[in-house]
């Protein structure tokens, strides 16, 4: 599919639940608005629209949430996904919670790969961040992903002023010795981070993080690791590890964006900072794959060329609804 900008689209993130079993600051409050059960899309029906997808040049599809571990059965979507569309690249991004008990058999159900979300190595800390997260579950996660072979293992760290802005070198470290690449994210107004008054003022930019990583470690820069995104890549001689660094605000990357993302309640959504979307569910449920298809390609044809958050700092799109 190509949009309005002549980018091609070949990305999908799908988020398969709104829930999550962490209320992390910057993301989601604690009480925050669950989509009703029956409005998620089935499995049927999520594979369904994947497949549809695929047939418009879908090829590579990101599983997310909310965090998608919390969805019954999340493995029987994943050997679903697997048999019925035929997709490239399968990756699933979790905040690692459910990983140590779930790893192997995500494995085995076709899962290629996992991205896994750590903002902080103390363990008072995380559960500040978090609200409540218990980082020795993460980090039991993280290794049991990595010999269960979901490679390459990343992990995607939020990188932020007064927060955990003294730990980024530790966190490059932990990433580089145990192979892992470690991706540091710049704070991006949406959701949560809006509403509890972080942004703007944990906004810490990312060349201020590539110069403070810079001080202690010598960077060299590195071939993309397998993946899709926009993240730009280091490695530091002698590690088996590699860094990257994703800055949707001071290095905007919207003109090569190639993706599009679908709800757990099955909205189309053409960009992560506009909450504008169309809904597949009815035609899904009506099997109207005429429209499914048609829906699509008006999304992508609405997509926007920037997010615009240079314009307008505001935004009041709900983080969980966005499947990062
Ligand atoms: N629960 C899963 C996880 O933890 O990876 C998937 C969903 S989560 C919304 C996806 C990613 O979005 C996480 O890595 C999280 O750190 C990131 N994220 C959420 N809110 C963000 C914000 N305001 N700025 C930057 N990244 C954010």
């Not at 979300?117 to 500040?128: A, C, I, K, T, Y």
């Not at 810079?214 to 820069?221: R, S």
């Not at 002698?238 to 003109?255: D, H, K, M, N, V």
């Not at 909450?275 to 099997?287: I, N, T």
Request: hydrophobic share 40%; proline share 6%.
């Amino acid at each position: 599919m190509i949009d309005g900008q002549g980018r091609t689209i070949r990305y999908l993130r799908l988020s398969v639940t709104d829930r999550c079993n962490l209320s992390c600051v910057y993301c989601r409050s604690a009480a925050c608005n669950e989509a009703p059960r029956e409005d998620l899309l089935s499995f049927e029906e999520i594979v369904q629209a994947v497949r549809i997808a695929c047939e418009l040049g879908i090829d590579r599809v990101r599983i997310t949430g909310g965090e998608p571990l919390v969805r019954r059965g999340i493995s029987g979507l994943i050997r679903m996904l697997r048999e019925g569309c035929p997709i490239a690249d399968l990756s699933l991004s979790t905040n690692g919670l459910r990983l140590a008990e779930l790893a192997g058999e995500l494995k085995r159900a076709g899962l290629d790969r996992v991205n896994v979300s750590l903002d902080s190595l103390s363990p008072d800390r995380f559960r500040r961040i978090t609200r409540g997260g218990d980082l020795g579950e993460v980090l039991a996660g993280i290794e049991a992903a990595q010999e269960a072979g979901l490679a390459p293992v990343k992990l995607n760290t939020v990188a932020m002023r007064g927060i955990n802005d003294e730990e980024l070198v530790e966190l490059a470290l932990f990433a580089l010795d145990r192979g892992l690449t470690i991706r540091f994210i710049e704070l991006m107004p949406v959701g949560e981070a809006v509403a509890s008054g972080l942004w703007p003022a944990a906004h810490l930019p990312v060349p201020e993080v590539r110069r403070l990583l810079a001080a202690e470690l010598p960077l060299l820069p590195a071939e993309a690791a397998p993946g899709n995104g926009p993240a730009r890549y280091f490695r530091v001689e002698g590690y088996p590890g590699a860094i990257g660094f994703i800055a949707p605000l001071s290095e905007p990357f919207c003109a090569d964006c190639n993706r599009i993302r679908l709800t757990a309640a099955g909205e189309l959504r053409p960009c992560l900072a506009h909450d504008h979307g169309l809904s597949l569910r009815e035609p899904l449920r009506k099997g109207n794959e005429v429209t499914v298809r048609k829906l699509f390609l008006q999304a992508v044809n609405t997509k926007p060329s920037g997010h615009g958050w240079g314009e307008s700092q505001e935004t009041t799109t709900p983080m969980a609804d966005l499947g990062g």
